[in-house]
């Protein structure tokens, strides 16, 4: 049977700092299996919408559903337990461990046993297949035995991505998967990312400064400006609206 609820559902979902709103009255959804581009200018409410998601951030307003389930409230670790998996602008990975123990710890951390870094990544079979699993979807296969600290940049934010579908996680967040990288990288970021969805099932939101691998990435486009919804659609549509260009993308950004 098809799950027809949404992945993500926001409803109506504001949050002020100070009495200054950086999100505002936001309802959109992120559909089953779908990647949606979340866009905007500095400043617009873009990572704070991600905070509002995972819960790093309370709602000062508004709803926010998980898989049909109201989270409003919820605490960060409660959300994950459904399946909701997030990277961050800086990457976050073990520099002193193998590309492979990467992905083993963050298969591990995702269960309901422990583990101690000290005494390095368990070893069970199931975890090493989630792990090969991840590694192959990513295009990390060949590094696998590599210190991750001797990735390129472009590699090491794969291997951020590679560690989300290692847990399981079928909603992805990711905060500008594609921050720092050249641009002849972006094309490898683009099919890590497809990839990765394809092998998770999972739905993707992504925010990113990148025009270049949102329109070649995503199945429709959100744009906060200001910390207020002015578009949705699929990229196309979204080109060619006339707020969108004036808050965000202007004419040469999209071409026509």
Request: aromatic share 2%.
């Amino acid at each position: 049977m098809v799950d027809s609820r949404p992945a993500i559902a926001l409803e109506g979902v504001s949050v002020a700092f100070g009495g200054v709103h950086a999100v505002e009255d936001v309802s959109l959804e992120l559909r089953q299996g779908e990647i949606l581009g979340l866009i905007g200018p500095n400043g617009a409410g873009k990572t704070t919408a991600l905070n509002l998601i995972s819960g790093h951030e309370r709602v000062t307003s508004g709803r926010v559903e998980v898989q049909g389930e109201d989270v409003t409230r919820w605490a960060l670790h409660r959300r994950s337990r459904l399946g909701l998996a997030r990277s961050y602008q800086t990457a976050s990975i073990f520099g002193g461990l193998t590309v492979r123990e990467n992905v083993l710890l963050a298969a591990q951390a995702a269960g309901d046993g422990h583990y101690r870094l000290l005494r390095g990544p368990p070893d069970s079979p199931d975890l090493r297949e989630r792990s090969e699993a991840a590694l192959a979807a990513t295009g990390l296969e060949h590094q696998a035995g590599l210190d991750a600290a001797n990735l390129s940049h472009g590699e090491t934010r794969a291997l951020e991505v590679a560690m989300l579908v290692a847990t399981g996680a079928r909603v992805l967040l990711l905060d500008e998967p594609a921050a720092g990288m050249a641009m002849d990288e972006i094309p490898r970021m683009v099919k890590t990312i497809t990839s990765a969805q394809e092998h998770a099932g999972a739905a993707v939101l992504i925010v990113e400064h990148r025009m270049s691998l949102i329109f070649e990435l995503c199945d429709r486009i959100a744009v906060l400006d200001r910390g207020r919804l002015i578009a949705i659609g699929r990229p196309r549509e979204v080109a060619r609206d006339a707020k969108v260009r004036s808050a965000y993308l202007g004419e040469a950004a999209v071409g026509a």
